[in-house]
C-alpha cells in the first residue's frame, strides 16, 4: 500500500475536473439507474467510447460514478411504483413498495439512501486496503466451490414464498425451467430452441426482468380499477424531506443489518461470474430468518439488507479487475475496455506502473459513494412528487415507452421487445395468483452458473459426485444449505408435535 | 394525370444518378460497423478503436458500432448477411463465421459476405498457471498422453476448443475440458489452480503472462512472437509443425459493387495501417497485422478447410 500515492490521488480527485465529472457521473447514474429499462451497463457501454477522447482523470471519475450510483438509483421506482429500475433492486421493491403503500414512501427512500451511502463506503474502503487479499480469496472459488455457492444461494428461496412455500418452489421450478432453453454449456446442443438462433443463448435477462416487473405493472394499472383507488390512497402523502432523514433510533436498528449484508455483498462480489443477485437474495434471508412473517410487511431491515447488499457488490465487483485484471461482471469488462483504451493494463502492476490512476479510481468509489447520500436525498424529494403530479394512464404509457426502449437497446433488436411482452403477461399473471417473482428471477439467474459449475467439476472430477463434498469449501456450503432447508421443516415439525397433546 | 409519370421519372432519374455516381458519392453517411459480441471484449474494444479513427478517413462520417450479441455471434452475423450489399453495414469478421457456418444450422456461409481487410493475426498459446506443476510444453505432452491433462477453453466449439481437439487427435493425448463463457473465467480457473492447463489466444494471455500470474507452454505460430519472445513455438520443441490462430477483420455483404469494394477497401487500409491507430492498438497489446481483401479471402478458405478436417472430432467429443 502506497500512502502517499493514496494521498496524492485523494488530493487530486478533489480538483476541480475530476470532481466535477465524478458528481456528473453519480447524478447521471442515479437517473439512468431511476428509469426502468436502462442499467448501468447499457450507459457504460454509450459511455465508454466517449472517454475514449477525455484524459484519463475525468474519464474514470465518470465511468465510477455511474457505476456506484446505477443500483442505488433502482430503488426509487422500485420502492415508489413496485418497478426495481435495476435487477439490483428487485427485493427492494417488495417491502419498499409496501411501506409506500402504508404512506411511509419517505422513510423508505431515506432508508435506501442511508443504506445505500454506508455500505458503499464500507466496500469502498475495503476495495481501497483490501483489495489485494479479498482477490486471492476469489481464486480459492473453483467449479466446486461455485456450484455449491448457488445451491446455497437458491436455498433462501425456500422461505421467500411469504408463508406460501408451494408456490414460491413453483416459481423456482418455472426459473430453473426458463432457464433449460438454449446451448448446453456442455455440449453446444441446442435445447427448446426450436433452431431460433435468438434463443441459442438463452433468454436474454434484461428483457425478462423489464417485462416482469415493468410492463406487469403497465398492465396492472391499465387493467384495473380497483388497483388504481388502492395506490391512489397512499400516494396522497407527500413525501416530506424530513421523513427522509433518520432517526438515530432507526439508524442504530438497522446498523446489525447493515454490517451483516455488506459483509455478504464484499465476500459474494469478489467472485467473478457469481453476480450481484446471490449476495442481494442471502442478505435478504437473514433478514427474513430474524424477522419471520413481518418480512414483506413493509419492514425497514428489509430496504436494507438488499440495498446494503447490492451498493457493497458494486466495489467489490473491482476487485477481481484491479487486482487480477480479470473482469467479474459485464460492467467491470466494460471498465477493462476503458482501461485499455486509456493506456493501461489492470493487474497488480496497475498500482505500480500507473499509481496516480490507480489510485484515483479506488478513491473515486469511495467519493462517489458519499456524494450519492445529498445527490440520492435530493433526488428522493423530486421523483416521488413528480409522478404524483402525472395522470395515471401517461404515467403507464410513459413506463411502457421506457420499458419498450431498455428491451431493445440490449441486443439493438425487435426480439428483446417481444421477450418483455411475454414476461410482462407472464409478471401480470404470477401477481394475480400471487405467486412471488423473486425466487423465478433467481432460478433464472443462477441455473446456467450451476449446470456449468456442474459439468466442470464432473469433467475435472472424472464423473465423481463425491467431489463436492471431499473439498471443504464446498462441503461446508453444502452443510448450511443442508441446515437451511432441513431447518423450517424441523421447526414445523416440532410446533405440530407440541400442538398435538395441548 | 401528367403528374404521376414525371414524379415516376423524377425517381428514375435520381435512382440512375445515384447510381452511376455510387463511388464518388460513396461515403454519404455514417456506417454501420456491427459486432456480433457484447461490449467489452477484443472485437468490439478493436472495433472502437477503428470507429475512433474513421472520420479521418471516411470524409467525416463515422462507424456507429453496434453490439448484436447471441447466438454464439449468429445473430450479428446474420444481420450483416442479409443487409443491403451498400457499403454501409460492415461486420466485425472473426472465424466464428466459419464456426457457425459449419457447425449451426445458420442462413449464411463464407460466400455470404466479401471479406475486405484483415487488421490482426492473434496466435494460439497454451498456457499453465505460473506455480503449476507443468514445468514445460514437455511436461505438459508427456502427462496428457500417460494419464490426462484438464485444460479450461472459454466455450464449447470455440476456436479454442476445437484447437485443442485437432491437437489430441494428432497427438494421441487425453484431455479433459472445463468449458467456460468467457477468456476471463478462464483466467480465473488458470491462476487460482482448478485446471492444469488452457488454450487461449496470445493478445488475451500477454497480460496475465506479464504479470506473473500465468506461463506459456507454447506459441502455436510459426515463429516466436515479439509480444512474447521466451515463448518456444511449438514446432521448436516438439519437431513438429501445429500452428492455430484466431484472426479479426472487416467484411460487408456479399454482392458488393466494384467501386463501393475498391473505395472501402483502399480507406480501410489506409485507416488499418495509419500509424495513429498502429500505435493505439499496440498500447493495448494487439499488433496490426494488415492483409487486403484478396489475402484476408485467402485466410478464411484456409481456415475453413481446417475446421472441416476437425469438424469430426467435435462432433464425436460432443
Known amino acids: 500500500m502506497d500512502y502517499s500515492a493514496l494521498l496524492a490521488a485523494g488530493a487530486h480527485a478533489f480538483s476541480l475536473w475530476p470532481l466535477l465529472s465524478l458528481l456528473a457521473g453519480v447524478s447521471l447514474g442515479l437517473v439512468v439507474g431511476s428509469i426502468p429499462g436502462l442499467n448501468d451497463t447499457i450507459t457504460l457501454a454509450v459511455l465508454v467510447p466517449i472517454t475514449f477522447a477525455l484524459p484519463s482523470n475525468i474519464a474514470f471519475p465518470l465511468l465510477v460514478g455511474v457505476y456506484c450510483s446505477a443500483c442505488f438509483g433502482g430503488a426509487f421506482p422500485a420502492i415508489l411504483l413496485k418497478i426495481p429500475g435495476t435487477a439490483s433492486s428487485v427485493l427492494t421493491a417488495v417491502d419498499g413498495h409496501a411501506m409506500t403503500r402504508q404512506g411511509r414512501a419517505g422513510q423508505a427512500l431515506g432508508i435506501a439512501t442511508y443504506s445505500s451511502t454506508f455500505a458503499g463506503t464500507l466496500s469502498a474502503l475495503v476495495l481501497i486496503f483490501f483489495a489485494p487479499i479479498l482477490a486471492q480469496y476469489a481464486l480459492r472459488f473453483g467449479p466446486a466451490e461455485y456450484f455449491a455457492l448457488c445451491i446455497l444461494g437458491l436455498s433462501t428461496v425456500v422461505g421467500m414464498g411469504a408463508g406460501n412455500a408451494m408456490k414460491s418452489a413453483l416459481a423456482c421450478l418455472l426459473g430453473l425451467l426458463v432457464a433449460m432453453i438454449g446451448m448446453s454449456p456442455e455440449s453446444g446442443y441446442p435445447r427448446f430452441t426450436s433452431g431460433n438462433f435468438w434463443l441459442y443463448e438463452g433468454l436474454p435477462l434484461t428483457p425478462i426482468l423489464i417485462g416482469l416487473f415493468g410492463l406487469s405493472v403497465v398492465f396492472e394499472m391499465l387493467s384495473s380499477e380497483r388497483s388504481n383507488a388502492r395506490d391512489k390512497g397512499a400516494d396522497e402523502v407527500p413525501v416530506r424531506f424530513a421523513d427522509m432523514l433518520l432517526p438515530w433510533s432507526m439508524v442504530r436498528r438497522l446498523l446489525p443489518t447493515w454490517l451483516n449484508a455488506s459483509a455478504l455483498g464484499n465476500l459474494v462480489g469478489v467472485l467473478p461470474g457469481a453476480g450481484m443477485l446471490v449476495a442481494i437474495y442471502m442478505a435478504y434471508e437473514r433478514v427474513r430468518r430474524k424477522f419471520g412473517e413481518r418480512c414483506g410487511q413493509g419492514l425497514p431491515e428489509g430496504i436494507a439488507a438488499p440495498e446494503a447488499a447490492n451498493n457493497s457488490v458494486v466495489a467489490s465487483s473491482m476487485v477481481p479487475l484491479l487486482s487480477l485484471g480479470i473482469p467479474g461482471n459485464s460492467t467491470s469488462a466494460l471498465f477493462l475496455g476503458a482501461l485499455l483504451i486509456q493506456g493501461l493494463r489492470p493487474g497488480p502492476s496497475l498500482f505500480t506502473d500507473t499509481p496516480d490512476i490507480a489510485y484515483l479510481i479506488v478513491i473515486c468509489f469511495l467519493i462517489a459513494n458519499l456524494a450519492m447520500f445529498p445527490l440520492g436525498l435530493l433526488l428522493a424529494r423530486i421523483i416521488p412528487n413528480m409522478i404524483r403530479s402525472v395522470p395515471r394512464a401517461l404515467l403507464a404509457a410513459a413506463i411502457a415507452c421506457l420499458c419498450f426502449t431498455g428491451a431493445f437497446a440490449i441486443g439493438n433488436s425487435v426480439f428483446g421487445i417481444m421477450v418483455a411482452v411475454a414476461f410482462g403477461i407472464i409478471g401480470f399473471m404470477f401477481n394475480r395468483l400471487q405467486v412471488p417473482l423473486s425466487p423465478f428471477i433467481l432460478a433464472l439467474v443462477l441455473a446456467p452458473v450451476i449446470e456449468r459449475a456442474f459439468f466442470q467439476s464432473m469433467s475435472l472430477s472424472g464423473g465423481s459426485v463425491a467431489y463436492f463434498v471431499t473439498q471443504p469449501l464446498s462441503a461446508a456450503m453444502l452443510l448450511f444449505t443442508l441446515i437451511f432447508m432441513v431447518w423450517p421443516l424441523g421447526k414445523l415439525i416440532i410446533r405440530r408435535r407440541r400442538q398435538v397433546p395441548g | 394525370m401528367s403528374v404521376i409519370p414525371l414524379r415516376i421519372a423524377v425517381v428514375l432519374l435520381a435512382g440512375l444518378s445515384s447510381g452511376a455516381l455510387h463511388a464518388a458519392d460513396y461515403p454519404q453517411k455514417n456506417i454501420d460497423y456491427i459486432v456480433p459480441f457484447a461490449p467489452g471484449g477484443a472485437v468490439d ?35 450483416v448477411s442479409r443487409a443491403p450489399a451498400d457499403g454501409y453495414t460492415l461486420l466485425a469478421m472473426t472465424s466464428s463465421v466459419i464456426n457457425n457456418a459449419l457447425t449451426k444450422p445458420v442462413s449464411y456461409d463464407l460466400d455470404s459476405f466479401t471479406p475486405l481487410a484483415l487488421f490482426n493475426l492473434d496466435p494460439g498459446v497454451i498456457v499453465t498457471a505460473t506455480d503449476g506443476e507443468l514445468e514445460d510444453l514437455q511436461a505438459f505432452l508427456d502427462a496428457a498422453s500417460s494419464d490426462s491433462v484438464s485444460i479450461a477453453t472459454p466455450g464449447d466449439s470455440t476456436s479454442h476448443h476445437v484447437t485443442a481437439l485437432a491437437l489430441a ?32 489466444s496470445l493478445g488475451e494471455a500477454i497480460g496475465p503472462v506479464e504479470d506473473g500470474s500465468i506461463r506459456i507452454l507454447a506459441l ?40 463501393v469494394k475498391e473505395e472501402l477497401e483502399a480507406r480501410l487500409g489506409e485507416l488499418l495501417t495509419s500509424p495513429d491507430f498502429v500505435e493505439r492498438m499496440g498500447e493495448a497489446g494487439y499488433r496490426v497485422d494488415y492483409r487486403d481483401g484478396d489475402a484476408f479471402s485467402e485466410l478464411l478458405e484456409g481456415t475453413a478447410e481446417q475446421m472441416l478436417r476437425v469438424l469430426p472430432l467435435l462432433e464425436t467429443a460432443s
Open chain 2, 169 to 200: 487427435e494428432e497427438e494421441g493425448l487425453n484431455f479433459r475440458y472445463v468449458h467456460n463463457t468467457s477468456a476471463a473465467l478462464q483466467l480465473h480457473q488458470l491462476m487460482g489452480g482448478h485446471v492444469q492447463a488452457g488454450f487461449m
Open chain 2, 45 to 79: 474494444f478493436t472495433g472502437r478503436l477503428i470507429a475512433e479513427a474513421a472520420p479521418e478517413v471516411f470524409d467525416g462520417h463515422g462507424f456507429v458500432v453496434k453490439n448484436m450479441p447471441g447466438g454464439g455471434a449468429v445473430i450479428g452475423q446474420t444481420h
Open chain 2, 220 to 259: 502455436l505460430d510459426g515463429a516466436r512472437n515479439d509480444l512474447a519472445p521466451e515463448a518456444p513455438t511449438y514446432q521448436e520443441v516438439t519437431g513438429h509443425e501445429f500452428q492455430w490462430g484466431t484472426f479479426r477483420g472487416i467484411a460487408a455483404p456479399a454482392g458488393l459493387a466494384d467501386d
